[in-house]
């Protein structure tokens, strides 16, 4: 992630993703070494296996391959002057949240050869990093008088999103794929689906407002 924030300018709407995730993910690794979380092994794999899958589809837009369909409104519209800072890290955090999180607990449980029980405690401290960095996120790249934003359609716009609710269906879905890991028909189909709400949703957040 370090990488890529030198190869992009500051206004490249998957650079401010990316910001953001880094500052995330350099908390998380904090809260690890300080012993933060219930079972550190398991937060640092669960860590690492989560950023891989942004990192894939970074690879992948690179390479001229399609990404997830949850990435591609971000990677199309990345360079969109009428889109905000604040709806592309949104963005970034939908199709991280609601696809790739769900996946990366089940990476992690074949990793661990665990059940998603066994990951909750952490799996719910990151939540408490990321909803405790949320609101500093909003602040930092929508600054401005409370009036102008109470009229600004990106307010409007982004209270249609929830932190909390997106992290709510990524548990329930990590546990379905779970228990669909011997109907693997099945988990492709639920995964495809899941990947492309997410993706229209994406799409929604990144609607141009000027």
Do not use: K
């Not at 370090?2 to 953001?20: H, I, K, L, M, Y």
């Not at 092994?41 to 690179?62: H, I, K, P, S």
């Not at 592309?88 to 089940?106: E, K, M, S, Y």
């Not at 228990?179 to 229209?200: C, K, N």
Request: proline content about 6%; some cysteine.
């Amino acid at each position: 992630m370090r990488t890529v924030r030198e190869e992009w300018p500051e206004s490249d709407g998957v650079a401010v993703f990316n910001r953001v995730y880094l500052t995330v993910t350099e908390e998380v690794s904090r809260q690890i070494d300080a012993g933060r979380f219930p079972d550190p092994a398991a937060a640092a794999a669960l860590d690492v296996l989560f950023a891989e899958r942004y990192l894939a589809a970074v690879d992948a837009t690179a390479a001229g391959r399609r990404p997830a369909a949850c990435w591609r409104p971000l990677f199309q519209y990345r360079r969109h002057p009428g889109v905000r800072p604040l709806q592309f890290a949104l963005a970034g955090i939908n199709a991280h949240i609601g696809h790739d999180l769900a996946l990366a607990v089940v990476d992690t449980c074949q990793a661990l050869a665990c059940a998603p029980a066994e990951v909750e405690a952490d799996f719910d401290r990151v939540g408490e990093t990321l909803v405790a960095l949320e609101e500093r996120i909003r602040e930092d790249l929508m600054p401005g008088p409370d009036l102008l934003e109470i009229a600004d359609p990106l307010t409007h716009l982004i209270g249609t999103w929830s932190l909390e609710r997106a992290r709510e269906a990524a548990w329930a879905a990590a546990r379905v794929l779970w228990g669909l890991r011997e109907l693997p028909d099945l988990a492709r189909e639920f995964t495809q689906r899941m990947d492309a709400g997410v993706g229209l949703v994406g799409r929604c957040l990144l609607t141009p407002l000027r």
